[in-house]
């Protein structure tokens, strides 16, 4: 929805749901994910995308991805299952979401995902915006 060649990008805290935010000229996207199950930030940048094993399978710079066949989803899994109420298949009601940014990625594992985009200046409209989900700044 906005150009997430963005340099900040900001991830909530707390786990479940989980929110991204990310914003340029005074335009503000929220990502919420629902149920999330696991998130991480960090590389690649822009510069070091290439390095990733997506990389040339459609993974690029400054865009939203869904990974098909993820193996942080097999990953994941496999880490639970030692858990004596293990439910397999979390490939089935989970996704892999990968957004690239200017300075880092974020990665999320979610059952689904919602939007929301507002205008204003972004430290105003990114209080407004927790504040309304219930989380604190």
Not at 26 to 40: E, K
Not at 45 to 67: C, F, N, Q
Request: negative net charge.
């Amino acid at each position: 929805p906005v150009d997430s060649s963005s340099p900040m990008p900001a991830l909530s805290s707390g786990k479940t749901p989980l929110l991204l935010f990310y914003g340029r000229y005074a335009q503000v996207v929220m990502v919420r994910f629902n149920p999330c199950l696991a998130s991480r930030m960090g590389p690649p940048t822009d510069e070091s995308i290439s390095g990733p094993p997506l990389w040339g399978k459609g993974l690029e710079r400054y865009s939203a991805h869904v990974v098909h066949n993820s193996s942080w989803i097999a990953d994941l899994e496999a880490v639970d299952r030692v858990h004596p109420y293990h439910q397999p298949s979390l490939a089935d009601r989970y996704r892999h979401f990968l957004f690239t940014f200017h300075d880092e990625s974020v990665d999320v594992v979610a059952g689904g995902y919602t939007i929301e985009q507002r205008v204003g200046e972004i430290p105003g409209v990114l209080l407004e915006l927790l504040r309304e989900e219930g989380a604190s700044p």
